[in-house]
């Protein structure tokens, strides 16, 4: 080949690598934005006076006397609109049965929505839901609730050739020329008095238990039961793993029977998941019987199986790595083969099977399906270390899933979701960086 032609070649390669790099940093760039702008919203917020009368309630955080204060200011602000429906009730007997009967409806729904959006009305039975018990504890959200208390919804089917279009009807209207219809514009203009939303950084997202459903609170035994389900994989799946590699590769004889071997072996990486869920389900419950129904033990030998081959592969490659000049040295000066194995060339390859390792991690960190069988809740408490032999867990990607698609207020906890998702992405990050230091260290002490 020309001196030209290598160098135009080189070049080319040269531009395809660096466009492939842009465009996965591009990509990255967009499917994490909304990730972490979302997230970010579950732990900076403009928190209204009804969450910190919560968390002070229910989770015993915040300055009694200051939460006190903020509450008397609010009430303070929204006894206007209590007055003018104690008013708007009085004129109601002094109308016609049939004039009251026009009411009935719109009233019964305009309360409810301020039911939503300030809490439970003074004198009125405490609510048995937690959610029922307080007003909108975010700001973001209690703007959308006044717009549900100022609007009603409607769609316009006239034209039947389209579909029928939305549109927002005053509910004012319905109450024109009544006591009422000066609580429309005074909600609109107050609502920062009665609620009196304050920039929050709400950091114990991480460290709080969920409250009826994770419409409160935190993810702390999402956090937890992630971690134990991944560290377990780990710790029964990175043992087996270079045990049966270090047989592949010293100890086997070439032949048909180590061949069909390894075929399985890259086999078992190709199984859907959800194979592995029902597997685990099937053998480790069903028929070992490692715990009586699901546990954190049962689902972290269902992620070890899954793992299981990308370590042995991962590790097969790195002992292989291993210079044959290190063992032959050291079988040259008596070593005998074991202690060769376990103090010569397993450490030279240990930072190629840390490799394997912070790959498999991540999998078994952002698996879903192997879990929904064998270990995962929707809602649990944090588990005690000795507690994962017997008992499920909640974890962050089975949670996702449900909190997305299941959840009967799912639009309600959107920064949840976000909040659980960006929680899952760090701690990736977070195990597998500690995986990457160690490795870096091991190759540092090798080369040192």
């Given at each position: 080949?020309?001196?030209?032609?290598?160098?135009?070649?080189?070049?080319?390669?040269?531009?395809?690598?660096?466009?492939?790099?842009?465009?996965?940093?591009?990509s990255l760039a967009v499917l994490l934005a909304p990730i972490v702008t979302g997230g970010l919203g579950a732990f900076v917020f403009r928190a209204t006076v009804?969450?910190?009368?919560?968390?002070?309630?229910?989770?015993?955080?915040?300055?009694?006397?200051?939460?006190?204060a903020d509450v008397a200011?609010?009430?303070?602000?929204?006894?206007?609109?209590?007055?003018l429906l104690a008013q708007f009730?009085?004129?109601l007997k002094t109308l016609s049965f049939a004039q009251r009967r026009k009411y009935t409806g719109p009233l019964r729904e305009l309360r409810d929505r301020l039911h939503t959006l300030l809490g439970p009305f003074p004198g009125t039975r405490q609510p048995v839901l937690l959610r029922e018990q307080y007003g909108q504890p975010r700001w973001d959200r209690a703007q959308v609730k006044l717009h549900d208390v100022l609007y009603i919804e409607q769609y316009d089917y006239s034209d039947h050739t389209q579909m029928g279009q939305q549109a927002y009807i005053p509910r004012a209207d319905d109450f024109k020329n009544t006591a009422l219809e000066a609580l429309f514009p005074?909600?609109?203009?107050?609502?920062?008095?009665?609620?009196r939303p304050r920039w929050t950084v709400y950091w114990r997202f991480l460290?709080?238990?969920?409250?009826?459903?994770?419409?409160?609170?935190?993810?702390?035994?999402?956090?937890?039961?992630?971690?134990?389900?991944?560290?377990?994989?780990?710790?029964?799946?990175v043992p087996m793993g270079i045990v049966s590699a270090i047989y592949l590769v010293e100890y086997a004889r070439a032949g048909w029977l180590v061949g069909l071997l390894r075929t399985c072996i890259s086999t078992l990486a190709g199984v859907p998941s959800i194979v592995f869920g029902l597997f685990g389900l099937a053998f480790f419950i069903n028929t070992v019987h490692v715990s009586a129904s699901k546990s954190v033990l049962a689902?972290?030998?269902?992620?070890a199986l899954l793992i299981l081959p990308?370590?042995?592969?991962?590790?097969?490659?790195?002992?292989?790595?291993?210079?044959?000049?290190?063992?032959?040295?050291?079988?040259?000066?008596?070593?005998?083969?074991?202690?060769?194995?376990?103090?010569?060339?397993?450490?030279?390859?240990?930072?190629?099977?840390?490799?394997?390792?912070?790959?498999?991690m991540g999998r078994a960190a952002g698996e879903t399906a192997p879990i929904i069988f064998t270990a995962a809740v929707s809602v649990g408490r944090p588990l005690q270390v000795w507690q994962t032999v017997s008992q499920p867990t909640p974890a962050l990607p089975w949670n996702i899933y449900n909190l997305c698609t299941e959840h009967e207020a799912m639009d309600e906890i959107r920064h949840v979701q976000y909040g659980m998702v960006l929680t899952l992405v760090l701690l990736v990050l977070v195990l597998n960086g500690a995986a990457i230091i160690m490795r870096a260290r091991i190759s540092r002490k090798l080369t040192g």
């Open positions: 080949m020309r001196l030209g032609s290598r160098r135009l070649f080189d070049r080319s390669f040269t531009g395809l690598s660096v466009l492939s790099i842009v465009l996965i940093t591009l009804e969450h910190r009368r919560l968390m002070l309630e229910q989770f015993g955080h915040g300055d009694q006397a200051a939460v006190a200011l609010a009430t303070a602000a929204r006894q206007h609109v209590y007055d009730e009085q004129e005074y909600l609109e203009a107050n609502l920062t008095q009665m609620l460290c709080d238990e969920s409250a009826d459903a994770h419409i409160f609170g935190g993810i702390l035994p999402e956090v937890l039961g992630t971690l134990y389900l991944t560290v377990g994989a780990i710790l029964c799946a689902g972290s030998l269902t992620l990308v370590v042995i592969r991962a590790s097969e490659e790195a002992l292989r790595a291993v210079p044959q000049t290190y063992k032959e040295a050291a079988l040259s000066l008596g070593s005998s083969r074991w202690r060769t194995i376990v103090r010569v060339i397993l450490p030279a390859a240990l930072p190629g099977i840390l490799t394997g390792v912070v790959i498999s």
